[in-house]
């Protein structure tokens, strides 16, 4: 069974500062996606990290995926309360579930104004 | 594009009652579409992975008799929570990938649909 350890699981700031979440697991993963989750909503894709080493942005986010292709971090620079929201990072390969996917437990961010 | 929509988005049941949830495929065709549940504050569970026009394959701890799963033409399958409890109440989420699309592709998910059983 695949794990993918999701850190930290809560965590609220002030509007303006810079925070990072981590996903970190011992397998190695084809791809890992990256999504964030609304309440009442489902989880909306944010990016896909294929190859090791990858860095994508968005906007203010940075995705990182590790060298060995086995973690990865999300980089949030000067958060807004509009980024409040469950962040989930899914590990991609055959190994996972059958949807092919290990999710992470999942950030709870919360960018106080 | 690679649009799903669930529905409904919320249900109050009583419990010992039945619901179902739709999920469609708006715009493009699904072989194969997935139910999760997901608690409060907690990330997605993977109920059951749901095949067009055969049996649905459910994941260990899942009974299938209490959530049965249709999935009966390429862009609809449906999860019906039979006699329900005040236990099922939760947050069902189905995904979907487009047909020819690989595992790295990413799912679509559909907005959910908040259970309640009083």
């Known amino acids: 069974t695949q794990l993918l350890e999701q850190s930290p699981q809560f965590l609220s700031i002030q509007e303006g500062e810079n925070l990072t979440v981590y996903c970190n697991s011992s397998?190695?993963?084809?791809?890992l996606q990256w999504y964030r989750q609304e309440p009442g909503e489902g989880p909306v894709l944010l990016v896909t990290?294929?190859?090791?080493?990858e860095v994508k942005k968005l906007k203010r986010l940075t995705f990182q995926f590790g060298d060995a292709r086995k973690d990865s971090s999300l980089h949030i620079t000067a958060a807004q309360p509009g980024d409040t929201g469950l962040y989930l990072c899914?590990?991609?390969?055959?190994?996972?579930?059958?949807?092919?996917?290990?999710f992470g437990k999942g950030t709870h961010l919360i960018i106080q104004p | 594009g690679a649009v799903v929509s669930q529905h409904p988005s919320r249900v109050i049941c009583k419990s010992g009652t039945s619901v179902k949830i739709e999920c469609r495929s708006l715009?493009?065709?699904?072989?194969?579409m997935f139910w999760y549940r997901q608690f409060p504050k907690q990330s997605l569970m993977l109920m059951a992975t749901?095949?067009?026009?055969?049996?649905?394959?459910?994941e260990q701890g899942v009974e299938k008799d209490k959530f049965l799963i249709n999935h009966a033409s390429l862009t609809l399958s449906t999860l019906t929570v039979t006699s329900a409890h005040p236990e099922d109440s939760s947050f069902y989420i189905c995904?979907?990938?487009?047909?020819?699309?690989?595992?790295?592709?990413?799912?679509?998910f559909g907005n959910g649909t908040r259970l309640t059983v009083t």
């Open positions: 995904s979907a990938r487009p047909v020819g699309q690989g595992a790295n592709s990413p799912l679509h």
């Open positions: 397998s190695v993963f084809s791809s």
């Open positions: 990290v294929v190859t090791g080493g």
């Open positions: 899914a590990g991609v390969d055959s190994g996972g579930g059958a949807d092919g996917l290990t």
């Open positions: 715009d493009f065709q699904a072989t194969t």
């Open positions: 749901s095949n067009e026009g055969s049996k649905a394959t459910y």
